[in-house]
Nanobody, 125 residues
Framework: QVQLEESGGDSVRPGDSLRLSCTASGATYASACMGWFRQTARRNREGVAIFQTDDRTSYYGSAVSGRFTISQDPTKNTVYLQMNRLKPEDTGTYYC??????????????????WGQGTQVTVSS
């Protein structure tokens, strides 16, 4: 059983930046897909970004590509989501996910059974 602990959610203004963190503990994978989904007022379980740990490839949802960057510190089993140029529509609950990378990493929420509790991001003027 994997435990995921998220942090970094906050209330910010449009155009601001924010960094989320997610640390995995418990069971670990030699190669994993680890990253973020979000639930917003418009969309449920929208794919944000996924990091594939073996080849260090990143995948992004179209709504955040070019503004958000996912990275990993393998020594800490932690992924980070750097969010720049935040918009009000980025407001939502951000959930960390992880699974074994046995079939490639994709932004399909049903492929992930381990989810964190979520951290709230609010973007408002």
């Amino acid at each position: 059983q994997v435990q995921l602990e998220e942090s970094g959610g906050d209330s910010v203004r449009p155009g601001d930046s924010l960094r989320l963190s997610c640390t995995a503990s418990g069971a670990t994978y030699a190669s994993a897909c680890m990253g973020w989904f979000r639930q917003t007022a418009r969309r449920n379980r929208e794919g944000v970004a996924i990091f594939q740990t073996d080849d260090r490839t990143s995948y992004y949802g179209s709504a955040v590509s070019g503004r958000f960057t996912i990275s990993q510190d393998p020594t800490k089993n932690t992924v980070y989501l750097q969010m720049n140029r935040l918009k009000p529509e980025d407001t939502g609950t951000y959930y960390c996910v992880i699974r074994r990378a046995d079939s490639g990493c994709r932004l399909f929420p049903d492929e992930y059974k381990d989810w964190g509790q979520g951290t709230q991001v609010t973007v408002s003027s």
